[in-house]
Protein backbone atom coordinates (compact mmCIF):
# COMPACT_ATOMS: atom_id res chain seq x y z
CA UNK A 1 0.00 0.00 0.00
CA UNK A 2 0.92 3.28 -0.89
CA UNK A 3 0.30 6.80 0.88
CA UNK A 4 -1.35 7.80 -2.06
CA UNK A 5 -4.01 5.01 -1.51
CA UNK A 6 -4.28 5.69 2.00
CA UNK A 7 -5.37 9.50 0.49
CA UNK A 8 -7.47 7.94 -2.02
CA UNK A 9 -9.34 5.67 0.56
CA UNK A 10 -10.21 8.99 2.62
CA UNK A 11 -12.37 9.97 -0.36
CA UNK A 12 -14.18 6.66 0.39
CA UNK A 13 -15.69 7.50 3.65
CA UNK A 14 -19.61 7.71 4.06
CA UNK A 15 -21.38 10.70 2.99
CA UNK A 16 -22.50 11.32 6.60
CA UNK A 17 -18.86 12.01 7.84
CA UNK A 18 -18.20 14.15 4.53
CA UNK A 19 -21.34 16.05 5.79
CA UNK A 20 -20.56 16.46 9.09
CA UNK A 21 -17.72 18.20 9.01
CA UNK A 22 -18.66 19.75 5.52
CA UNK A 23 -19.91 23.45 6.79
CA UNK A 24 -18.73 25.48 6.39
CA UNK A 25 -16.17 25.11 4.04
CA UNK A 26 -12.93 27.63 3.74
CA UNK A 27 -13.77 30.66 1.67
CA UNK A 28 -12.97 32.27 -0.69
CA UNK A 29 -10.41 30.59 -2.56
CA UNK A 30 -7.07 30.91 -2.02
CA UNK A 31 -4.30 30.39 -3.84
CA UNK A 32 -1.74 28.11 -2.19
CA UNK A 33 0.46 27.38 -4.83
CA UNK A 34 3.50 29.58 -3.33
CA UNK A 35 6.10 28.20 -1.00
CA UNK A 36 5.44 29.74 2.47
CA UNK A 37 8.36 31.22 4.40
CA UNK A 38 8.43 32.07 7.41
CA UNK A 39 10.92 32.58 10.14
CA UNK A 40 10.17 34.28 13.31
CA UNK A 41 12.82 33.56 15.93
CA UNK A 42 13.07 34.50 19.42
CA UNK A 43 9.75 36.06 18.97
CA UNK A 44 8.42 36.51 22.20
CA UNK A 45 4.61 36.41 21.93
CA UNK A 46 4.02 36.63 26.01
CA UNK A 47 0.23 35.87 25.38
CA UNK A 48 -1.22 34.05 28.02
CA UNK A 49 -1.68 30.36 27.26
CA UNK A 50 -3.36 28.90 30.16
CA UNK A 51 -5.71 30.03 33.01
CA UNK A 52 -4.45 31.72 35.84
CA UNK A 53 -4.67 29.69 38.98
CA UNK A 54 -5.21 30.78 42.44
CA UNK A 55 -3.24 28.43 44.54
CA UNK A 56 -4.73 27.50 48.03
CA UNK A 57 -2.97 24.99 50.40
CA UNK A 58 -4.55 21.80 51.15
CA UNK A 59 -2.56 18.69 52.60
CA UNK A 60 -0.81 15.34 51.39
CA UNK A 61 -1.37 12.23 52.93
CA UNK A 62 1.79 11.24 52.75
CA UNK A 63 3.67 9.39 55.80
CA UNK A 64 1.46 11.07 59.24
CA UNK A 65 5.02 12.81 60.22
CA UNK A 66 4.91 15.01 56.72
CA UNK A 67 1.26 15.19 56.89
CA UNK A 68 1.52 16.41 60.32
CA UNK A 69 4.09 19.30 59.69
CA UNK A 70 2.59 20.63 56.26
CA UNK A 71 -0.73 21.04 58.42
CA UNK A 72 0.87 23.87 60.22
CA UNK A 73 0.99 25.66 57.08
CA UNK A 74 -1.55 28.54 57.01
CA UNK A 75 -3.21 28.92 54.07
CA UNK A 76 -2.19 31.92 51.03
CA UNK A 77 -3.21 32.54 47.78
CA UNK A 78 -1.20 33.14 44.61
CA UNK A 79 -1.38 33.29 41.12
CA UNK A 80 0.34 31.27 38.66
CA UNK A 81 0.09 31.80 35.07
CA UNK A 82 1.63 30.14 32.27
CA UNK A 83 3.14 32.40 29.19
CA UNK A 84 4.49 31.46 26.11
CA UNK A 85 7.52 33.51 26.34
CA UNK A 86 9.06 32.49 22.95
CA UNK A 87 7.31 31.13 19.45
CA UNK A 88 9.55 29.33 17.43
CA UNK A 89 8.18 29.00 14.15
CA UNK A 90 10.08 27.71 10.80
CA UNK A 91 8.70 26.84 7.50
CA UNK A 92 11.33 25.41 4.68
CA UNK A 93 10.67 23.49 2.05
CA UNK A 94 9.19 20.27 4.04
CA UNK A 95 10.67 21.16 7.13
CA UNK A 96 8.44 22.67 9.95
CA UNK A 97 9.39 23.65 13.37
CA UNK A 98 6.63 24.74 15.62
CA UNK A 99 7.91 25.59 18.87
CA UNK A 100 5.90 27.34 21.86
CA UNK A 101 7.87 27.77 25.19
CA UNK A 102 5.87 28.18 28.10
CA UNK A 103 7.09 30.20 31.16
CA UNK A 104 5.58 29.60 34.70
CA UNK A 105 4.59 33.14 35.81
CA UNK A 106 4.17 33.91 39.70
CA UNK A 107 2.06 36.98 40.25
CA UNK A 108 2.73 38.09 44.17
CA UNK A 109 -0.40 38.43 46.05
CA UNK A 110 -0.60 40.88 49.02
CA UNK A 111 -2.57 37.73 51.49
CA UNK A 112 0.21 35.61 50.66
CA UNK A 113 2.81 34.18 52.45
CA UNK A 114 6.40 35.58 51.55
CA UNK A 115 8.62 32.36 52.08
CA UNK A 116 6.34 30.22 50.24
CA UNK A 117 5.62 33.02 47.19
CA UNK A 118 9.73 32.97 47.09
CA UNK A 119 9.79 29.14 47.36
CA UNK A 120 7.25 28.95 44.84
CA UNK A 121 9.04 31.69 42.45
CA UNK A 122 12.55 29.47 43.06
CA UNK A 123 10.36 26.61 41.64
CA UNK A 124 9.13 28.21 38.31
CA UNK A 125 12.72 29.63 37.75
CA UNK A 126 13.59 26.13 37.36
CA UNK A 127 10.95 24.49 35.41
CA UNK A 128 11.43 27.53 33.11
CA UNK A 129 15.23 27.09 33.43
CA UNK A 130 14.86 23.23 32.80
CA UNK A 131 12.14 23.93 29.41
CA UNK A 132 14.93 26.58 28.17
CA UNK A 133 17.33 24.73 28.04
CA UNK A 134 15.37 21.80 26.45
CA UNK A 135 14.26 23.93 23.73
CA UNK A 136 16.96 25.55 22.99
CA UNK A 137 18.56 22.03 22.07
CA UNK A 138 15.81 21.31 20.08
CA UNK A 139 15.93 24.54 18.13
CA UNK A 140 19.73 24.26 18.21
CA UNK A 141 19.68 20.22 16.60
CA UNK A 142 16.72 21.25 14.21
CA UNK A 143 18.75 24.59 12.74
CA UNK A 144 22.09 22.33 12.47
CA UNK A 145 20.25 19.77 10.50
CA UNK A 146 18.59 22.97 8.35
CA UNK A 147 22.78 23.99 7.96
CA UNK A 148 23.08 20.37 6.63
CA UNK A 149 20.47 20.37 3.86
CA UNK A 150 21.00 23.60 2.39
CA UNK A 151 19.28 21.59 -0.88
CA UNK A 152 16.32 20.89 1.31
CA UNK A 153 15.86 17.53 -0.17
CA UNK A 154 14.86 16.35 3.36
CA UNK A 155 12.07 16.62 5.72
CA UNK A 156 11.57 16.96 8.95
CA UNK A 157 8.52 18.48 11.38
CA UNK A 158 9.13 18.81 15.19
CA UNK A 159 6.14 20.47 17.67
CA UNK A 160 6.87 21.53 20.85
CA UNK A 161 3.76 22.73 23.04
CA UNK A 162 2.07 22.25 26.63
CA UNK A 163 -1.07 21.73 28.54
CA UNK A 164 -1.94 22.77 32.14
CA UNK A 165 -2.61 19.20 33.10
CA UNK A 166 -3.59 19.83 36.76
CA UNK A 167 -4.68 23.69 38.67
CA UNK A 168 -6.53 22.81 41.85
CA UNK A 169 -6.16 24.38 45.26
CA UNK A 170 -3.30 22.02 46.20
CA UNK A 171 -1.23 20.87 42.59
CA UNK A 172 -0.46 22.90 39.62
CA UNK A 173 1.40 20.41 36.73
CA UNK A 174 2.40 21.20 33.50
CA UNK A 175 3.15 19.31 30.61
CA UNK A 176 5.22 20.09 27.49
CA UNK A 177 5.12 18.04 24.58
CA UNK A 178 7.64 17.49 21.67
CA UNK A 179 6.31 15.47 18.63
CA UNK A 180 9.01 14.88 16.16
CA UNK A 181 7.26 13.51 13.06
CA UNK A 182 10.05 11.67 11.25
CA UNK A 183 9.33 8.30 9.45
CA UNK A 184 6.48 6.75 11.83
CA UNK A 185 7.43 10.16 14.24
CA UNK A 186 8.36 10.19 18.10
CA UNK A 187 6.44 11.52 21.40
CA UNK A 188 7.75 12.67 24.73
CA UNK A 189 5.86 14.06 27.84
CA UNK A 190 7.56 15.93 30.29
CA UNK A 191 5.68 17.11 33.49
CA UNK A 192 6.27 19.44 36.04
CA UNK A 193 4.30 19.79 39.13
CA UNK A 194 4.18 22.30 42.28
CA UNK A 195 2.79 22.03 45.46
CA UNK A 196 0.80 24.88 46.37
CA UNK A 197 1.51 24.83 49.83
CA UNK A 198 4.64 24.83 50.12
CA UNK A 199 5.63 26.71 46.54
CA UNK A 200 8.11 23.71 45.79
CA UNK A 201 8.27 21.81 42.57
CA UNK A 202 7.25 18.33 43.53
CA UNK A 203 9.27 14.78 42.36
CA UNK A 204 7.46 10.94 42.67
CA UNK A 205 9.48 10.72 45.85
CA UNK A 206 8.35 13.55 47.57
CA UNK A 207 4.86 12.43 47.59
CA UNK A 208 5.64 9.16 49.94
CA UNK A 209 7.42 8.84 52.93
CA UNK A 210 9.99 6.02 52.04
CA UNK A 211 11.47 4.25 49.49
CA UNK A 212 8.73 1.93 49.24
CA UNK A 213 6.80 3.97 46.69
CA UNK A 214 9.01 2.16 43.48
CA UNK A 215 8.51 -1.36 44.66
CA UNK A 216 4.53 -0.67 44.93
CA UNK A 217 4.24 1.11 42.00
CA UNK A 218 5.89 -0.93 39.93
CA UNK A 219 3.39 -3.69 41.64
CA UNK A 220 0.32 -1.70 40.10
CA UNK A 221 1.83 -0.93 36.96
CA UNK A 222 2.93 -4.60 35.61
CA UNK A 223 -1.11 -5.19 37.14
CA UNK A 224 -2.81 -3.26 35.08
CA UNK A 225 -0.41 -4.32 32.00
CA UNK A 226 -1.35 -7.57 32.18
CA UNK A 227 -4.76 -6.51 32.82
CA UNK A 228 -4.85 -4.62 29.48
CA UNK A 229 -3.25 -7.16 27.43
CA UNK A 230 -5.34 -9.97 28.79
CA UNK A 231 -8.23 -7.57 27.66
CA UNK A 232 -7.61 -6.12 24.57
CA UNK A 233 -5.39 -8.61 22.01
CA UNK A 234 -4.01 -4.95 20.14
CA UNK A 235 -1.68 -3.86 23.49
CA UNK A 236 1.40 -4.69 23.90
CA UNK A 237 3.49 -3.70 26.85
CA UNK A 238 7.23 -5.43 27.33
CA UNK A 239 6.48 -7.22 30.24
CA UNK A 240 7.77 -10.98 31.23
CA UNK A 241 8.56 -11.03 27.11
CA UNK A 242 11.24 -13.57 26.30
CA UNK A 243 12.48 -12.46 23.30
CA UNK A 244 13.04 -8.64 24.69
CA UNK A 245 14.59 -9.30 27.88
CA UNK A 246 16.58 -6.07 28.31
CA UNK A 247 13.41 -4.04 27.26
CA UNK A 248 11.14 -6.20 29.98
CA UNK A 249 9.39 -3.05 32.20
CA UNK A 250 11.07 -3.89 35.79
CA UNK A 251 10.49 -0.88 37.70
CA UNK A 252 9.64 2.69 37.61
CA UNK A 253 12.68 5.37 37.95
CA UNK A 254 12.86 6.95 41.88
CA UNK A 255 12.00 10.26 39.54
CA UNK A 256 9.26 8.20 37.43
CA UNK A 257 7.38 10.97 35.05
CA UNK A 258 3.89 11.68 36.90
CA UNK A 259 1.31 14.30 37.59
CA UNK A 260 -1.49 14.60 39.59
CA UNK A 261 -5.13 15.35 38.23
CA UNK A 262 -7.67 17.61 39.16
CA UNK A 263 -9.38 14.92 40.91
CA UNK A 264 -5.97 14.21 43.26
CA UNK A 265 -5.15 10.94 41.08
CA UNK A 266 -1.64 10.15 40.80
CA UNK A 267 -0.89 9.44 37.36
CA UNK A 268 2.59 7.68 36.91
CA UNK A 269 4.02 8.28 33.22
CA UNK A 270 5.89 7.03 30.44
CA UNK A 271 7.35 8.46 27.21
CA UNK A 272 7.33 6.45 24.06
CA UNK A 273 9.10 3.34 23.71
CA UNK A 274 9.81 3.17 27.36
CA UNK A 275 7.28 0.20 28.64
CA UNK A 276 5.83 -0.08 25.10
CA UNK A 277 6.16 -0.59 21.19
CA UNK A 278 5.97 3.29 19.94
CA UNK A 279 2.54 2.39 18.00
CA UNK A 280 1.10 2.73 21.54
CA UNK A 281 2.41 6.09 22.00
CA UNK A 282 3.25 7.71 25.43
CA UNK A 283 1.05 5.49 28.77
CA UNK A 284 -0.02 6.68 31.73
CA UNK A 285 -1.64 4.48 34.28
CA UNK A 286 -3.54 5.63 37.29
CA UNK A 287 -2.58 4.74 40.87
CA UNK A 288 -5.41 3.79 42.93
CA UNK A 289 -6.11 5.86 46.14
CA UNK A 290 -4.87 3.15 48.34
CA UNK A 291 -1.37 3.96 46.82
CA UNK A 292 -1.82 7.64 46.47
CA UNK A 293 -4.26 10.11 46.71
CA UNK A 294 -4.36 13.60 47.34
CA UNK A 295 -6.39 15.09 50.79
CA UNK A 296 -8.38 17.97 50.64
CA UNK B 1 -34.02 24.86 -3.19
CA UNK B 2 -33.48 22.35 -0.64
CA UNK B 3 -31.23 19.11 -0.67
CA UNK B 4 -33.78 16.96 -1.10
CA UNK B 5 -35.57 18.59 -3.55
CA UNK B 6 -32.44 18.46 -5.94
CA UNK B 7 -31.90 14.67 -5.45
CA UNK B 8 -36.28 14.42 -5.93
CA UNK B 9 -34.93 16.62 -9.41
CA UNK B 10 -32.21 13.49 -10.20
CA UNK B 11 -34.32 10.86 -9.32
CA UNK B 12 -37.12 12.45 -11.50
CA UNK B 13 -34.65 12.51 -14.21
CA UNK B 14 -35.51 16.53 -14.50
CA UNK B 15 -32.30 18.12 -16.00
CA UNK B 16 -33.12 21.06 -13.71
CA UNK B 17 -31.14 19.18 -11.16
CA UNK B 18 -27.98 19.95 -13.03
CA UNK B 19 -28.59 23.53 -12.63
CA UNK B 20 -30.17 23.71 -9.54
CA UNK B 21 -26.89 21.78 -7.87
CA UNK B 22 -24.44 24.34 -9.73
CA UNK B 23 -26.16 26.86 -7.83
CA UNK B 24 -25.90 25.03 -4.52
CA UNK B 25 -22.36 23.36 -5.18
CA UNK B 26 -20.39 24.61 -7.25
CA UNK B 27 -19.09 26.82 -5.21
CA UNK B 28 -18.33 24.13 -2.51
CA UNK B 29 -17.13 21.64 -5.37
CA UNK B 30 -14.95 24.23 -6.81
CA UNK B 31 -13.18 24.91 -3.84
CA UNK B 32 -12.23 21.17 -3.23
CA UNK B 33 -10.74 20.84 -7.16
CA UNK B 34 -9.40 24.17 -6.98
CA UNK B 35 -7.14 22.40 -3.54
CA UNK B 36 -6.17 19.55 -5.29
CA UNK B 37 -5.36 21.03 -9.10
CA UNK B 38 -4.40 24.97 -8.25
CA UNK B 39 -6.03 25.55 -11.53
CA UNK B 40 -9.09 27.78 -11.94
CA UNK B 41 -9.85 26.62 -15.69
CA UNK B 42 -9.07 22.42 -14.54
CA UNK B 43 -11.20 22.88 -11.43
CA UNK B 44 -13.83 24.55 -13.32
CA UNK B 45 -13.86 21.15 -15.60
CA UNK B 46 -13.88 18.79 -12.83
CA UNK B 47 -16.78 20.77 -11.42
CA UNK B 48 -18.46 20.50 -14.81
CA UNK B 49 -17.61 16.58 -15.38
CA UNK B 50 -19.06 16.45 -11.52
CA UNK B 51 -22.68 17.30 -12.27
CA UNK B 52 -22.18 14.67 -14.89
CA UNK B 53 -21.49 12.13 -13.50
CA UNK B 54 -23.98 12.65 -10.50
CA UNK B 55 -26.19 12.66 -13.47
CA UNK B 56 -25.40 9.52 -14.67
CA UNK B 57 -24.97 7.17 -11.09
CA UNK B 58 -28.41 9.49 -9.94
CA UNK B 59 -30.29 6.95 -9.92
CA UNK B 60 -29.65 4.20 -9.41
CA UNK B 61 -27.30 5.92 -6.68
CA UNK B 62 -29.60 7.59 -3.34
CA UNK B 63 -27.15 9.60 -1.81
CA UNK B 64 -28.21 10.30 1.76
CA UNK B 65 -26.37 13.62 1.51
CA UNK B 66 -26.03 14.85 -1.78
CA UNK B 67 -23.76 17.70 -1.05
CA UNK B 68 -21.06 14.77 0.39
CA UNK B 69 -21.39 12.67 -2.49
CA UNK B 70 -21.15 15.39 -5.30
CA UNK B 71 -18.06 16.89 -3.06
CA UNK B 72 -16.51 13.14 -2.95
CA UNK B 73 -17.02 12.74 -7.00
CA UNK B 74 -15.62 16.28 -7.31
CA UNK B 75 -12.86 15.28 -4.96
CA UNK B 76 -11.97 11.63 -6.95
CA UNK B 77 -12.44 13.23 -10.52
CA UNK B 78 -9.69 16.05 -8.86
CA UNK B 79 -7.28 13.27 -7.74
CA UNK B 80 -7.51 11.23 -10.85
CA UNK B 81 -6.98 14.68 -13.09
CA UNK B 82 -3.63 15.93 -10.61
CA UNK B 83 -2.46 12.05 -11.09
CA UNK B 84 -2.05 12.30 -14.36
CA UNK B 85 -0.68 15.82 -14.37
CA UNK B 86 1.78 14.82 -11.62
CA UNK B 87 3.13 11.49 -12.52
CA UNK B 88 6.26 12.41 -12.32
CA UNK B 89 6.57 15.82 -10.24
CA UNK B 90 5.24 15.97 -6.58
CA UNK B 91 4.70 19.81 -5.50
CA UNK B 92 4.89 21.30 -2.28
CA UNK B 93 0.95 21.66 -2.24
CA UNK B 94 -1.91 20.43 -0.31
CA UNK B 95 -2.27 17.18 -1.99
CA UNK B 96 1.04 16.32 -1.43
CA UNK B 97 1.45 17.53 2.42
CA UNK B 98 -1.37 14.91 3.12
CA UNK B 99 0.12 12.17 1.49
CA UNK B 100 3.15 13.20 3.46
CA UNK B 101 1.96 12.89 6.27
CA UNK B 102 -0.11 9.68 5.84
CA UNK B 103 3.14 8.08 5.12
CA UNK B 104 3.43 8.24 9.39
CA UNK B 105 0.92 5.34 8.61
CA UNK B 106 2.68 2.81 6.56
CA UNK B 107 4.98 0.67 7.54
CA UNK B 108 8.69 1.72 6.69
CA UNK B 109 9.07 -1.63 5.26
CA UNK B 110 6.04 -1.24 2.91
CA UNK B 111 6.76 -1.78 -1.27
CA UNK B 112 4.55 -0.16 -3.60
CA UNK B 113 4.39 -3.59 -5.07
CA UNK B 114 1.83 -4.58 -1.50
CA UNK B 115 -1.15 -3.75 -3.40
CA UNK B 116 -4.32 -4.22 -1.46
CA UNK B 117 -8.07 -3.97 -2.72
CA UNK B 118 -8.47 -0.27 -2.52
CA UNK B 119 -12.23 -0.61 -1.47
CA UNK B 120 -11.07 -2.75 1.47
CA UNK B 121 -8.77 -0.20 2.04
CA UNK B 122 -11.72 2.19 1.81
CA UNK B 123 -13.98 0.42 4.80
CA UNK B 124 -11.22 -0.07 6.83
CA UNK B 125 -11.06 4.01 6.36
CA UNK B 126 -14.55 4.37 7.35
CA UNK B 127 -14.91 2.03 10.32
CA UNK B 128 -11.41 4.15 11.49
CA UNK B 129 -13.45 7.42 11.13
CA UNK B 130 -16.09 5.92 12.30
CA UNK B 131 -15.47 5.24 15.93
CA UNK B 132 -13.32 8.68 16.10
CA UNK B 133 -14.53 11.29 18.62
CA UNK B 134 -16.58 13.71 17.11
CA UNK B 135 -14.44 16.34 17.04
CA UNK B 136 -11.06 13.99 16.14
CA UNK B 137 -13.64 13.01 13.09
CA UNK B 138 -14.28 16.54 11.72
CA UNK B 139 -10.75 17.01 12.37
CA UNK B 140 -9.47 14.27 10.33
CA UNK B 141 -11.95 14.67 7.89
CA UNK B 142 -11.17 18.25 7.07
CA UNK B 143 -7.79 17.50 7.23
CA UNK B 144 -7.36 14.42 4.27
CA UNK B 145 -10.78 14.87 2.50
CA UNK B 146 -11.06 18.48 2.07
CA UNK B 147 -7.61 19.41 2.22
CA UNK B 148 -7.49 22.36 4.62
CA UNK B 149 -4.64 23.59 6.10
CA UNK B 150 -3.88 23.34 9.86
CA UNK B 151 -4.98 26.63 10.49
CA UNK B 152 -8.19 25.91 8.72
CA UNK B 153 -9.18 22.94 10.77
CA UNK B 154 -8.11 25.31 14.04
CA UNK B 155 -9.90 27.60 12.92
CA UNK B 156 -13.41 25.72 11.57
CA UNK B 157 -13.80 23.68 14.83
CA UNK B 158 -12.26 26.79 16.81
CA UNK B 159 -9.31 25.26 18.98
CA UNK B 160 -5.34 26.20 18.32
CA UNK B 161 -3.65 25.09 15.81
CA UNK B 162 -1.35 23.05 18.62
CA UNK B 163 -4.14 20.66 19.42
CA UNK B 164 -4.85 20.44 15.73
CA UNK B 165 -1.38 19.09 15.11
CA UNK B 166 -0.97 17.02 18.20
CA UNK B 167 -5.08 15.38 17.69
CA UNK B 168 -4.00 14.71 14.08
CA UNK B 169 -0.46 12.73 14.84
CA UNK B 170 -2.05 10.82 17.29
CA UNK B 171 -4.98 9.93 15.42
CA UNK B 172 -2.77 9.10 12.49
CA UNK B 173 -1.02 6.61 15.13
CA UNK B 174 -4.16 5.33 15.70
CA UNK B 175 -4.85 4.65 11.82
CA UNK B 176 -1.49 3.03 11.88
CA UNK B 177 -1.95 0.30 14.85
CA UNK B 178 -5.43 -0.34 12.79
CA UNK B 179 -3.56 -1.13 9.80
CA UNK B 180 -1.31 -3.20 11.51
CA UNK B 181 -3.76 -4.99 13.28
CA UNK B 182 -5.63 -5.67 9.74
CA UNK B 183 -2.65 -6.59 8.29
CA UNK B 184 -2.85 -3.97 5.49
CA UNK B 185 0.73 -3.61 5.58
CA UNK B 186 3.49 -6.12 6.74
Known amino acids: ?296 | MSEQEILELYLARNEEAVRRSEEAYGAYCHTIAYRILRDEGEAAECVNDTWFQAWRSIPPAIPQHLGAYLSKITRNLSLNRYRHAHQKKREADRVAVCIDELQECIASDATPEMTYEQTFLGQIINDFVRDLPREERIMFVRRYFYMDSVAEVAAHLGCSESKVKTTMFRTRKKLQEILIREEVYA
Open chain 1, 1 to 296: MTPEQLFQAVGEIDETWVAEAADPIAAPVIPIGEKRRKKHLGRIAACVAAAAAAIVIALPNLSPSVAYAWEKVPVLRTIVKVVVWRDYQVEEGRYEADISVPQVKVEPQDQADDTVREQLQQSADHINATVEQMTDQIIAEFEETLRSDPHMQGADSIHVGHEVMTDTDRYFSLKVWNIEVLGSGYEQDYYYTIDRKTGKEVSLADLFADDGYIQTISDEIKRQMRQQMDADENKQYWLDDPEVEEWNFDRIAADQSFYITDRGTLMVCFNEGDVAPTYMGCVSFEMPDDIWTAED
